[in-house]
Each structure stands twice: as structure tokens, then as C-alpha cells.
């Protein structure tokens, strides 16, 4: 099975800081890579796929890179209402997996 | 408006049985790959199950044999039928349309395996 690593586990950031998390796969995956938003209480959201793609209706201060075993995901510039934790999800292989989670919160 | 509302979660006794429903709206279950995931308390989140639109489905190894996803295509639900529950399954349980790429995901429903 894949093993997905993201990292941090959670960081503190002030708003209009850049903030980066990144997530690697244990084996090539190419680029069957999501990254997903979830809010206290509330159900996940995708915002990236396919490692890149901004998925309609999320700003543009969202974006992800990357292919094969190494990934990124950035917020260009923090806002408040981005306080959430952020997952990776693999498909390139069953089982489908998600990193540990990301939890970001504001300095 | 593409909707999931899940129901059927619970307190249920450690060996005990629960079916999850899913209902849809905005689209056709049956035209698309649909998935389970769940999230113990406190924790990330876990790939369940997947059910494909020819009908194919695939478990994660921590349930197969005990849980069964299944559709219902005239009332557009999907459905995860949970058997010999254990307290490792105690989660909040949602289903979410796609496979691989997962969106929109319901509000999710709450499954407590206890004695």
C-alpha cells in the first residue's frame, strides 16, 4: 500500500503570510495527488487535483505542484477563513490514501 | 445543487450491525464512482470503500468482509451496510461522490461502537 507523509502536522502563521505544507508519497504516484480543506466540524472540501488544478470556485491563492513522490501545496497569502486542516489524498492506487493532516492555524 | 445527506449512524453494541444511507440529489448515483470515508474522533481521515458506476467495489482491508457498499438506483441512494461492528469503527462516516478525486462529500453521520 502507499504511505503518504505530509508535513507539518500544524503551523502557526500570521495573515498574509505564505504557508507551505508538503506531502510524499512512498512510491511514484505521477500526479494522482488532491488536496483537500476541512473546517472545524465540517466535511472536507477539495481544493487541488491532479497535484495542480485549482478546482472551480477556489480562490486563487490556493495552489499545488509537484509529480511523482513529492508534492506541495501553498497558500499564497493566509487569510482568516483559511483556518482549517488540510489533507493530501492519493489515487493512483487502492488503497486510496490520505497524509496525516495539516492543521493551520493563525499567530 | 449537487447534495449528499447521509443518515442511519448511531450507538451501537461492539459485534452489532448498521446501514448507513446516502441520498442524493443533483445527479445520478449510479452514473458516477461513489466513496465512503471516515474520521474517528480526533483523527484524519480514512479511504472506506468505493462502489464504481459498472458496479465494481473495493474495501479498505480494515473492513472487508464485515462492510458491503451497494446503490439503490431508484431512489438514487447509496448505502454501506456495516457488520460485526468494532470499537476501532467508532467514526463519523461520509460518503461523497467520485473515486479518487472525492466531491462533494455529505455532512457525514456519527457511528459509536460501545458497550
Known amino acids: 500500500d502507499i504511505q503518504m507523509t505530509q508535513s507539518p502536522s500544524s503551523l502557526s502563521a500570521s495573515v498574509g503570510d505564505r504557508v507551505t505544507i508538503t506531502c510524499q508519497a512512498s512510491q511514484d504516484i505521477s500526479n494522482y495527488l488532491n488536496w483537500y480543506q476541512q473546517k472545524p466540524g465540517k466535511a472536507p472540501k477539495l481544493l487541488i487535483y491532479?497535484?495542480?488544478n485549482l478546482e472551480t470556485g477556489v480562490p486563487s491563492r490556493f495552489s499545488g505542484s509537484g509529480s511523482g513522490t513529492d508534492f506541495t501545496f501553498t497558500i499564497s497569502s493566509l487569510q482568516p477563513e483559511d483556518i482549517a486542516t488540510y489533507y493530501c489524498q492519493q489515487y493512483d492506487n487502492l488503497p486510496w490514501a490520505f497524509g496525516q493532516g495539516t492543521k493551520v492555524e493563525i499567530k | 445543487e449537487v447534495q449528499l445527506v447521509e443518515s442511519g449512524g448511531g450507538l451501537i453494541q461492539p459485534g452489532g450491525s448498521l446501514r448507513l444511507s446516502c441520498a442524493a440529489s443533483g445527479f445520478t448515483v449510479s452514473s458516477n464512482y461513489m466513496s465512503w470515508v471516515r474520521q474517528a474522533p480526533g483523527k484524519g481521515l480514512e479511504w472506506v470503500s468505493v462502489?464504481?458506476?459498472?458496479?465494481?467495489?473495493y474495501y479498505a482491508d480494515s473492513v472487508k468482509g464485515r462492510f458491503t457498499i451497494s446503490r439503490d438506483n431508484s431512489k438514487n441512494t447509496l448505502y454501506l451496510q456495516m457488520n460485526s461492528l468494532r470499537a476501532e469503527d467508532t467514526a463519523v462516516y461520509y460518503c461523497?461522490?467520485?473515486?479518487?478525486?472525492?466531491?462533494?462529500w455529505g455532512q457525514g453521520t456519527l457511528v459509536t461502537v460501545s458497550s
Open positions: 461523497a461522490r467520485g473515486g479518487g478525486v472525492v466531491d462533494p
Open positions: 462502489i464504481y458506476s459498472g458496479g465494481s467495489t
Open positions: 491532479d497535484a495542480s
